[in-house]
């Protein structure tokens, strides 16, 4: 969720900086209340997109052993654990204030134009209000002073601006922006983008009302007398003096349909470039999955010898052995997670020493001659008989005498601490040893279910 809204954050910067630098002063209203809109949806959809990319990955010879080992570990309360219930919480009441602020806004409206006389005019309605109010719109509702309206102090140029909020649907991005600001009411530019799509439905207005054929110096007379600095309607499109300065500029420049095509031309590689880095990317690796008839196959052998292990009695067929790794090779990880546990094999038995030959009675055979007797020593001393050679350590003991010594463990290729390969001797210690060592240091032992190939330094 953090790197999604960081990346929302950045994509929403880059896309209202790019409006200021290269749009805001431009005259194509239209593409710009468009642009504002796309820019909304697209920073807050690209974090979202997810680009697929499958790759065929390589079935291995040998099984995988899991050696990671599960620990009960006592979990301390810190800070850390409590911190996305608060942040949550944070951000669940922002989502609170701002939605009620909006509702009662929205409700305000309602309660006016209920409460107050109504004048129809066409397809659009006039709202006529006893407080002193500025011109606004919300949807087809114009809100306007009954005692000026009346009277006829209203300027025509001035409903006309009201009336093409209206009819150009103005509030529907009101309310759209209102919604984005109510569930990222955190993010800055936000703020930013409804400040700017407000102030180009003046924009829009105030090029309805000189493509009538008002003279804008008459125009902008009235605009003056008509803003106040009074606080704007939070769901309403009203004159205000604040953008007036602004609004004076824009109304005397001419952009080009050529300038249009260019920015919209760098719109595009940049529109790229935050899609490429800002999306996600999958890795989906093909494996061929094994068929309903093998995973049984293989549940059926692999219990037949974990049995065989509990028990201690290992009769191991080489056939069944190599159809086992087959099969478990087959699976994917899933049917692997739902099967028997692979089992364990012994190491292949030692080769028998040679036998001498059979010699039959009447066969003659060159033998070596008997080794001469040992020398009869003619002192009084006692010989003392030579003692019997110590017996081997055990591999649990050897496993032992390296842990004491700091030796590095591995299972299978795969890295274990001292108590694990301790425990594997333990309950299996038929299981083979390589221990690895340089000047009485540096002990490395190599535990393996399988033979270990011992290979040239």
């Known amino acids: 969720m953090e790197f999604y809204i960081l990346k929302s954050g950045v994509c929403l910067a880059v896309f209202y900086s790019f409006y200021k630098l290269l749009l805001e002063k431009e005259s194509f209203h239209n593409f710009k209340r468009l642009y504002l809109l796309a820019s909304l949806v697209l920073a807050f959809t690209i974090p979202l997109i997810t680009f697929t990319e499958y790759r065929e990955i390589i079935t291995q010879d040998s099984p995988l052993f899991s050696t990671e080992i599960s620990q009960n570990a006592t979990t301390k309360t810190t800070l850390a654990s409590y911190l996305p219930i608060i942040l949550w919480s944070i951000y669940g009441l922002g989502v609170f204030l701002f939605g009620f602020k909006f509702l009662k806004n929205l409700l305000e409206l309602i309660i006016k134009i209920k409460r107050n006389p109504k004048f ?16 606004h719109t919300f949807f087809s509702y114009i809100f306007l002073n009954k005692q000026k309206f009346e009277s006829h102090q209203i300027p025509k140029e001035v409903l006309l601006h009201e009336e093409t909020h209206a009819k150009q649907k103005h509030s529907i991005d009101v309310v759209f922006i209102e919604i984005f600001q109510i569930l990222f009411w955190f993010n800055p530019f936000i703020y930013l983008i409804k400040r700017s799509i407000k102030l180009n439905h003046e924009f829009l207005a105030d090029q309805s009302v000189l493509n ?66 800002f999306s996600n990317k999958q890795i989906v690796t093909n494996q061929q999955k094994a068929t309903a008839k093998e995973i049984t196959e ?62 039959a009675q009447d066969d003659v055979i060159d033998l070596p001659p008997p ?84 290979k040239p330094e």
Do not use: C
Request: charged content about 25%.
């Open 120 to 135: 129809k005019n066409e397809s659009l309605i006039n709202v006529l209000l006893q407080d002193l109010v500025i011109p």
């Open 371 to 454: 080794p001469p007797p040992a020398p009869i020593s003619f002192s009084d001393e006692k010989v003392p008989s030579p003692l019997p050679p110590p017996r081997p350590k055990s591999p649990l003991e050897h496993v032992k005498e390296m842990a004491d010594k700091g030796a590095k463990f591995f299972y299978n290729e795969k890295p274990i601490d001292s108590k694990r390969a301790i425990e594997l001797l333990e309950s299996n210690n038929s299981l083979n040893i390589l221990t690895k060592h340089s000047d009485e240091t540096d002990f490395v032992v190599h535990i393996s279910s399988e033979p270990i190939e011992i």
């Open 212 to 277: 009538k054929g008002v003279k804008p110096s008459k125009y902008q007379q009235i605009l003056l007398a008509f803003s106040s600095n009074a606080p704007e309607p939070q769901l309403a499109n009203a004159i205000n003096y604040s953008s007036i300065k602004k609004r004076f500029t824009i109304m005397k420049t001419q952009s080009s349909k050529q300038s249009l095509w260019i920015r919209s031309f760098i719109l595009l590689p940049l529109l790229a470039v935050l899609t490429f880095s």
């Open 298 to 359: 293989y549940n059926q052998l692999a219990k037949k010898y974990n049995l065989m292990s509990e028990s201690g009695e290992f009769i191991v067929k080489k056939e069944e052995k190599e159809r086992i790794n087959y099969l478990y090779n087959k699976m994917s990880l899933a049917q692997r997670k739902n099967a028997e546990p692979f089992p364990v094999f012994p190491p292949p038995p030692p080769p028998l020493a040679p036998t001498s030959p059979k010699v």
